[in-house]
């Protein structure tokens, strides 16, 4: 349906959900391994059929691709690896003409070092014009630059070793909280805050529908950059007290609406990517009244299988965390804010093999609970490109397997601090992002329709049984119960509007939940049985032979006050008020 139809026009985002595409691994139309926007095109018939309302778009920009594409040195072009911006401009006629949306990455926390902002910048000297459009500082007192130690402050870098780099010829250090290839945007300089608000409107005048802000609650630093904690183990300390929320986070998103989204005639969608929010802060963030975003990315679910250790120090999840995680954003966004719902991007391995079971007998299954069970939650779902096909983490058997610059350095890292191989690898297999990023499945064809060249990472091998050819083809299909999920949302008042109640939150086993829409007269019971065994639940009174409205399995029998679940069992009743 147009998504201006059926609710509110101010917040027609509560009832879409959005289709992430990260176009390198999409589809190549050129066979050159990578794919590119020409190949979004010719498949966006996929997203019509799967029935979603916006694509979010990673980013196409011009980039070394460092970090394949979040290291951006021209923001007001098209990568030549992804096509040209008349090709951008075709993508976005042909999105629009299916009554869809558009949503762009942006990327501005920092910039690659190949922006001629940042080239100007260091280059210029320390008495330059665009010396402060970067954060640079000089090496500590008493030190030598350039020698261990020296750097302003103990910070570590999000992609390992110092957050610092040092810029001989300048003499002077220069901030990267991520890459060194990825130096930090000085947000503290109203220069730079409004060429980013002039590149975004020249984005909007071209007809994108909003943004997807990447990190965005770090571009505020406190100025004085102190030291951070260092944890036992650890070489360097840690920065983000100083610019996690920062002191002027709230100013310059409320100063970005008022000057960019608000004038806008188009009511836009803006998500921010907020690593370590807090509920209490996504409240302030999404509070219509404060004006400033619709909604946050908030990553406290997706961090609950990781040790003491961190992203790679790979544990079992437990069923309670995810629910009083999960249960806590509902509550606390439900009078005030909007939550996102999301399993799967860029940035995360196939949550199938994470939290469901990537197993033949449980894959399909375990993959429609997932769904179910989080497009199901109040907010704003997001499907990650092969997510509606039960796509699972890649076998690789090496470290040479791997591409991403996060999963490289950490290997680095460990191996030089005498870890063993296969121990590292482990942890690679089960949360490195290139389990995102293997190459859609297509068919089972060779390269899964992906490429007729050689893909710049290797397929997954079990592209063979999982491909979307396959699945359109099978109603009983992954992608199918997807597809009716959607429909689900665009048509039933209580999935988009209804309260949330959390049952059984003791539960090792069971999630369940309802979902109450008094406008609507509506009340939803979700069952979802996260387990290999069968699984039998006491019901809330008045569910009996309720409503059957969706559910990964045929219904064996009506609903009864004792009802048993078998494994990876989900499914949805409804009933009057």
């Known amino acids: 349906m147009p998504l201006d139809e059926g609710g509110p026009a101010d917040s027609w985002w509560s009832e879409a959900v959005v289709y992430q595409i990260y176009p390198r691994s999409f589809a190549d139309s050129n066979a050159d391994g990578v794919g590119d926007l020409q190949g979004v095109v010719d498949r966006l018939d996929h997203l019509s059929q799967l029935g979603v309302d916006v694509l979010w778009l990673s980013p196409v920009h011009p980039s070394p691709h460092h970090d394949n594409g979040y290291d951006i040195s021209d923001y007001q072009d098209i990568d030549p690896l992804f096509g040209t911006l008349a090709d951008f401009d075709r993508l976005l006629e042909a999105v629009h003409g299916r009554g869809m949306k558009l949503v762009m990455d942006l990327v501005v926390n920092h910039t690659s070092d190949e ?62 909280t991520f890459s060194r290839k990825q130096p930090d945007l000085n947000w503290e300089n109203p220069e730079v805050r409004q060429a980013v608000q002039a590149m975004m409107r020249w984005w909007l005048d071209r007809g994108v529908d909003g943004f997807r802000m990447d990190v965005i609650n770090l571009v505020s630093k406190d100025p004085a950059l102190p030291d951070g904690h260092v944890p036992e183990g650890s070489r360097y300390g840690d920065g983000s007290p100083s610019y996690v929320c920062g002191p002027r986070i709230h100013e310059y998103l409320a100063e970005l609406h008022r000057e960019v989204i608000a004038p806008c005639p188009r009511r836009l969608l803006t998500v921010g990517e907020m690593p370590g929010v807090t509920v209490e802060e996504a409240r302030l963030f999404t509070d219509p009244a404060r004006r400033e975003l619709d909604m946050v990315f908030q990553f406290e679910h997706v961090g609950l299988d990781q040790g003491p250790g961190g992203k790679f120090d790979v544990r079992p999840l437990r069923l309670t965390d995810l629910k009083a995680s999960l249960g806590r954003w509902q509550t606390g966004l439900g009078d005030t804010g909007w939550n996102s719902l999301y399993w799967n991007n860029h940035d995360q391995a196939r949550v199938v093999s994470r939290f ?104 997954n091998p079990d592209h063979v049984h999982v491909n979307a050819e396959a699945q359109l083809a099978d109603p009983d299909s992954v992608f199918h119960h997807y597809r009716r999920l959607i429909a689900l949302r665009h048509t039933e008042p209580a999935v988009t509007h209804g309260d949330f109640r959390m049952l059984h939150p003791d539960h090792e086993q069971l999630y369940a939940f309802t979902r109450r829409d008094i406008a609507s007269g509506t009340e939803l019971l979700v069952l979802a049985n996260f387990g290999a065994t069968n699984l039998t639940v006491e019901l809330p009174g008045g569910w009996e032979d309720s409503e059957r409205l969706i559910a990964n399995l045929p219904a064996p029998a009506p609903l009864t006050a004792s009802h048993t679940l078998r494994p990876w069992e989900a499914h949805v009743h409804r009933r009057t008020l």
């Open 356 to 459: 469901g079971d990537d197993s033949p007998a449980h894959r399909d299954r375990s993959a429609k609970l997932l769904a179910t069970v989080l497009h199901l939650h109040r907010g704003t779902p997001y499907v990650y490109q092969g997510e509606e096909l039960g796509m699972a983490n890649a076998p690789f058997a090496s470290i040479e397997d791997f591409r991403d610059i996060e999963s490289l350095n950490h290997h680095r890292e460990r191996t030089a601090l005498g870890a063993d191989e296969e121990q590292i690898l482990a942890g690679l297999r089960h949360r490195s992002r290139d389990n995102a990023r293997t190459p859609m499945q297509w068919d089972a064809a060779r390269h899964a329709g992906f490429t007729t060249g050689t893909p710049w990472i290797a397929v």
């Open 115 to 176: 922006h001629p902002w940042f080239t100007a910048s260091r280059d210029g000297g320390r008495q330059g014009s665009g010396r402060d459009w970067y954060v640079w500082r000089p090496a500590r007192d008493g030190m030598e630059p350039g020698t261990p130690g020296a750097e302003p402050n103990n910070w570590e870098s999000w992609f390992s070793g110092s957050a610092w780099t040092y810029d001989e010829a300048g003499g002077e250090y220069y901030l990267h």
